[in-house]
């Protein structure tokens, strides 16, 4: 059976989710659906994130496996067909191999997260990032951000029901940018590591904009970071800024 490597985008606030449940909505559900409707039957993808219930994607990878050797572009055209009008878009294809995977094939995963400090509501971008009403102080965030570069015991900044075998990961990035906006001032988090707990990106923003806000230090974030108590942790953020923005393979597959 051919297999293809999807890259899709997607606006999670329709969504339970990536991950298929019977009786919500998922985007992985929606692109399973869309298959069935090009070649009848059962389809199972698997994607290299699985992320939130609100969660975004603008570069997220997943594989699916076909009957027919399908031309990668039209297989491409057909599933955005079929997944109207839902806020999925496959936005390239290709042929891989038999055995490539997306989720264990894969050596790093970015995400972003939006932030924006202003008085007034979102409008159009209502849903794509989280506000906040004042202004934050970017050097003290990236402080305490420099705190939790490396390898560490992040069981502070993972969620309970988190099904990773162990809390040590390695983080290789977490830089924090100021960008200037005609009404209010957005804080981008760029945010990258080969895997990441259930929540850590939220926790670590949510933790991070206490430090903006004055209401911790950066040496508040170490205490906690090695007091690997999740009570500890900083409030979680919502999700609705966060995107997985893209993952990093071997060779990349849509070169």
């Known amino acids: 059976m051919p297999r293809f490597a999807l890259l899709i985008e997607y606006h999670g606030a329709p969504f339970s989710g990536w991950q298929r449940q019977n009786d919500q909505p998922s985007v992985q559900g929606a692109i399973e659906a869309a298959l069935a409707k090009i070649e009848p039957g059962e389809h199972t993808i698997g994607a290299a994130g699985r992320t939130d219930a609100g ?35 496959v936005v390239k294809c290709a042929r891989v191999d038999d055995e490539w995977h997306a989720r264990f094939g894969a050596l790093e ?37 420099d705190r939790l570069i490396g390898l560490h015991d992040f069981t502070t900044f993972r969620s309970s029901i988190c099904q990773s075998k162990s809390p040590v990961k390695t983080l290789d990035e977490l830089t924090i940018k100021e960008i200037q906006r005609p009404n209010g001032i957005e804080y981008q988090f760029y945010v990258r590591a080969r895997s990441f707990l259930h929540n850590q990106v939220r926790s670590f923003v949510g933790t991070l904009e206490r430090v903006g806000a004055g209401a911790w230090t950066p040496d508040d974030v170490t205490s906690a970071l090695e007091a690997a108590d999740r009570s500890r942790c900083g409030p979680v953020c919502p999700p609705q800024g966060l995107y997985l923005a893209g993952v990093q393979y071997p060779a990349d597959p849509f070169a």
Request: glycine fraction near 4%.
């Open 55 to 89: 969660v975004h994607a603008t570069g997220q990878v997943a594989h699916c496996d076909m009957s027919r050797d399908w031309d990668p572009f039209r297989l491409s055209e057909a599933l955005n067909f079929h997944l109207k009008p839902h806020p999925i878009a």
């Open 109 to 145: 995963r970015r995400y972003l997260f939006r932030l924006v400090a202003r008085r007034a509501p979102l409008t159009s971008e209502a849903g794509q990032l989280w506000r906040v009403n004042c202004q934050l102080d970017t050097a003290a965030m990236q402080a305490g951000a």
